[in-house]
């Protein structure tokens, strides 16, 4: 079975910061892009931020310059270094593995989701 396991989520003040993992097992991970999504209350799930099989890594303009991502192939486990929190970032955030296939379409796997609270 494949399995996406986030942590590391949790209350925290305007400012601080957090780090979240994703544990995966059940595929080569290291063929996988690995991305974090997020969803507040009330708003459609949006993409964060990815880190692709080679390297590359790309985010979303409302945390760069404040939010990291990072893997350990070694360790079957993605990383988000999430720093200068805003209230705004409270959210579930989603750990997900992508596969590309012939034609463009993709197979997507999913974390259960870990919350994040920044607030006072």
């Known amino acids: 079975q494949v399995q996406l396991v986030e942590s590391g989520g949790g209350l925290v003040q305007p400012g601080g910061s957090l780090r979240l993992s994703c544990a995966v097992s059940?595929?080569?991970?290291?063929?996988?892009?690995m991305g974090w999504y997020r969803q507040a209350p009330g708003k459609q799930r949006e993409l964060v931020t990815i880190?692709?099989?080679?390297?590359?890594?790309n985010s979303a303009d409302s945390v760069k310059g404040r939010f990291t991502i990072s893997r350990d192939n070694a360790k079957n486990t993605v990383y988000l270094q999430m720093n200068s929190l805003k209230p705004e970032d409270t959210a579930v955030y989603y750990c997900?593995?992508?596969?590309?296939?012939?034609?463009?379409?993709?197979?997507?796997?999913w974390g259960q989701g870990t919350q994040v609270t920044v607030s006072s």
């Open positions: 059940g595929i080569i991970f290291s063929l996988y892009d």
């Open positions: 880190i692709t099989s080679v390297g590359s890594t």
């Open positions: 997900n593995a992508r596969r590309t296939i012939s034609g463009g379409y993709y197979i997507d796997y």
